[in-house]
């Protein structure tokens, strides 16, 4: 390799690292999804996030995703508290009850669906977690920010 296919190199590296640089969490996130990776899971994926649609009053947002998988479909909604926490509720489709864990980089909160598949979870902290369905083949969300 020569000093001008080394320039050219740095030159198209700056390029990406201007156009597309890095995200600041990127080493934070890979190693949260490493640390909570099920190796016999099915992992869901997000089909159409959206941001800020209004709930139950003008200073309170709410997040709405949707996961899809084989054989579930879960719908999370996430509404901040007064508290400064988030409240974390889903429903299952087709519904059923299963025992759902919220792993966070504070912690797991665990809860159950009701047979109608819903659950919630209260005084969320803010930060990277995934939704675990816990069934003979473990359900698992990307992580996502909270």
């Known amino acids: 390799m020569t000093v001008d296919d080394e320039a050219l190199l ?3 590296r700056e390029v990406y690292d201007e156009a597309d640089p890095e995200p600041p969490d990127l080493v934070d996130r ?6 909570m990776a099920e190796p016999d899971g099915e992992i ?7 941001e800020g649609a209004v709930a139950r009053g003008d200073d309170e947002q709410a997040r709405l995703i949707t996961f899809n998988g084989n054989t579930v479909t879960i719908m999370v909604n996430m509404t901040p508290a007064p508290d400064g926490t988030l409240r974390v509720d889903g429903w299952f489709t087709p519904a059923a ?20 598949g819903r659950f919630s979870f209260d005084h969320v902290p803010h930060g ?6 816990l069934t003979d083949v473990p359900m698992i969300t990307p992580a996502i920010d909270l």
């Open 128 to 133: 990277l977690a995934q939704i675990a369905v």
């Open 30 to 35: 890979v190693e949260f999804a490493l640390s």
């Open 10 to 12: 740095t030159g198209i």
């Open 97 to 116: 009850a299963y025992r759902v864990e919220l792993r966070g980089t504070s912690g797991t909160l665990t809860t159950s669906s009701d047979p109608g």
């Open 44 to 50: 869901l994926r997000p089909v159409r996030p959206r």
